[in-house]
């Protein structure tokens, strides 16, 4: 078994009648959290949908844990937390993830197990009982995050989770996000809030359904002289349109 958790190779997308990404190439690490940062429109949920199988692709190949994206022996082996939380309302936080366990197919002690395993690893043990619809955006986040945990997936592809949430909960999740990662579950997680740049284990630059930078942080930092993740992004868009942004490369 080799360290690609995800292999994704020459991708060509076409939405709407235009090329959203046009001959992409990524490996995705096991057992780390990859960020995949760049701004709205940049092709984030577009990539995660060709990762997770459910994105036509007009021609290239992704490979995700050693199986063509979307086949169906990787249904339990890889979750995916889009940007709307997928919570009922008139449910409880427990109810809600008894419900997903049972279409994940779990059963009996199994399920009370999957389901207090999610619930401790979220931090949502206070919460159980309380309907949905009264929880905090950030409690809804975490049930979602839970729902997603539940078949203990080898591959966690998050689509901007923090987003309109407070600090204090964004640093909380992406411990959690860490914490996941060190027990050996691929995480990757867009963003376009750059200051998250730092808690990830790698980093892709994304713009324009293109790959400015694949790269650990420190190495990002060093190779564009830059002291911050944003300011990267800048010298590596103004290099790619003749280097007029930013610091030196
Ligand atoms: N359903 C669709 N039909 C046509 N074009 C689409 C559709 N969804 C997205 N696009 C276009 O594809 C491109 C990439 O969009 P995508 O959603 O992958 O970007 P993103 O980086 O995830 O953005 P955001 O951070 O806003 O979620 C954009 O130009 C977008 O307008």
């Given at each position: 078994m080799g360290v690609a958790a995800v292999e994704v190779a020459e991708l060509r997308v076409a939405r709407g009648g235009r090329v959203?990404?046009?001959g992409l190439d990524l490996t995705v690490r096991r057992g780390a959290v990859t960020g995949l940062l760049g701004?709205?429109?940049?092709g984030k949920t577009t990539l995660m949908r060709a990762i997770l199988g459910v994105q036509v692709v007009a021609s290239g190949r992704v490979t995700v844990l050693g199986e063509?994206?979307?086949?169906?022996?990787?249904r339990s082996r890889v979750a995916y937390v889009t940007?709307?939380?997928?919570?009922?309302?008139?449910?409880t936080v427990e109810e809600n993830l008894r419900y997903f366990a049972r279409v994940l197919g779990l059963r009996g002690s199994k399920r009370t197990e999957a389901v207090d395993a999610a619930v401790e690893r979220v931090e949502l043990g206070d919460e159980?009982?309380?309907?949905?619809?009264?929880?905090?955006g950030g409690e809804r986040s975490r049930v979602s995050l839970a729902t997603a945990l539940l078949g203990d997936p080898e591959l966690l592809v998050l689509d901007e989770?923090?987003?309109?949430?407070?600090p204090v909960l964004r640093a909380s999740l992406w411990t959690l996000f860490g914490a996941l990662a060190a027990d050996g579950v691929t995480l990757l997680v867009s963003s376009h809030?750059?200051?998250?740049?730092?808690?990830?284990d790698r980093l892709v630059l994304m713009r324009d359904g293109q790959i400015l930078a694949d790269d650990r942080l420190p190495d990002l930092l060093a190779r564009t002289g830059t002291s911050s993740a944003e300011h990267a992004f800048l010298s590596l868009v103004g290099g790619a349109e003749g280097g007029a942004e930013g610091g030196a490369r």
């Open positions: 959203v990404l046009d701004p709205s429109g940049s063509a994206a979307g086949s169906p022996s990787l940007q709307a939380p997928s919570v009922y309302d008139d449910l159980r009982g309380r309907l949905a619809r009264n929880l905090s989770p923090t987003v309109g949430l407070d809030v750059m200051d998250e740049a730092e808690r990830c």
